[in-house]
């Protein structure tokens, strides 16, 4: 009864929300560097901070730290979906942020350089779920698939986090999904929907990995990862402002240039990062789960590389 509360709940605040972009003027107008073509609502990813928040007000206030940090991130990227926010106005917060998610996270004690180089990390995390936020459904889906792998891992293999907020999260996302998840979305994710997201995956990760002291967890986000690595290495090569909108990821050559549509591409982003994840289950039961980390990052590494060679040619936005 309790989740079916929270999602009528959360169902109805998007709607509100919707009704409150639209008549203040929060959407999202297509650019020559947008992947779609019509206007649309933005910040409809909202609803994962709400859904969050709720379930901390419901249940005792539990990781007040990780609460306190996901408001101030979101807050900030809320207000860039509004109106432009300085970068280092936005690094500097993202910055607090994720010394509370630190101090969340029990037994996470590290030499000050390593913490340092944490920090870098969970940075570029955060920054790189928000580039790969560009067309219907990618990053409600691919959310959807790690939310669940967690849900497995938390049941299967060892606790490390409150379940039900990631079943809470799951409802929120499922909410969102079926706004987003379509061909002419209704709402895109915004700024505080994707930031939002990764500080919780990041969190959720985080924990796990702290849990089993096992960092080959990051392969829940690897889809993700080898696109943003790679396509970043790959503009620093052509010598391009790395900080400047584009639209040169795998999934943005396979929606604009192959014309690919938008939710066959999510659904081969989501469908990869499954299968790679049900692999990993199978190979940390075997005894290989750090082969299988190598080989698999590797091979996403080669699709990436093959990819571009045939295809970025067709590209032709600078």
């Keep these: 009864m309790y989740y079916l509360i929270m999602f009528i709940l959360l169902w109805g605040a998007e709607l509100f929300y919707f009704r409150i972009a639209a ?51 979101g807050l900030i990227s809320f207000a860039d ?38 920090v870098i990390v969970c940075m570029g995390v955060i920054n790189a779920y928000n580039f790969m936020d560009g067309i219907n459904g990618i990053t409600g889906g691919y959310s959807l698939v790690t939310l669940i792998a967690l849900v497995y891992i938390h049941l299967k293999i060892v606790p490390f986090a409150e379940i039900g907020l990631i079943y809470t999260l799951i409802l929120a996302d499922l909410v969102f999904l079926f706004f987003n998840f379509r061909s002419q979305a209704r709402c895109f994710a915004g700024d505080v929907g994707s930031v939002s997201m990764a500080f919780i995956l990041l969190f959720l990760i985080g924990a796990l990995m702290v849990q089993t002291s096992d960092m080959t967890w990051i392969i829940l986000l690897a889809v993700y990862g080898v696109d943003t690595v790679l396509t970043l290495v790959h503009r620093i090569l052509r010598r391009e402002r790395i900080l400047q909108p584009h639209r ?8 604009n240039e192959l014309k690919i549509p938008h939710l066959m591409v999510s659904l081969i982003y989501m469908g990869v990062q499954a299968v790679i994840t ?23 590494s080669l699709l990436y590389l093959w990819f571009m060679k045939k295809y970025f040619h067709l590209h032709r936005i600078n």
Aim: glycine share 10%; hydrophobic share 50%.
């Design 81 to 118: 979906d509004i109106r432009s926010v300085s970068q280092k106005v936005r690094l500097g917060v993202h910055l607090i942020a994720i010394l509370l998610l630190f101090r969340q996270w029990e037994n996470f004690f590290l030499p000050g350089w390593l913490v340092f180089f944490c």
């Design 23 to 73: 008549t203040t003027g929060i959407v999202d107008c297509p650019n020559q560097r947008s992947s779609h073509v019509c206007t649309t609502l933005r910040g409809g990813g909202l609803v994962f901070y709400l859904g969050a928040l709720g379930w901390f007000l419901t249940n005792g206030f539990p990781y007040p730290w990780f609460m306190a940090g996901l408001t101030l991130i």
């Design 248 to 255: 040169k990821h795998l999934y943005q050559l396979m929606a």
């Design 278 to 300: 049900v692999g990993y289950l199978y190979a940390r039961v075997s005894g290989y789960k750090y082969i299988y980390v190598i080989v698999a990052v590797l091979l996403l």
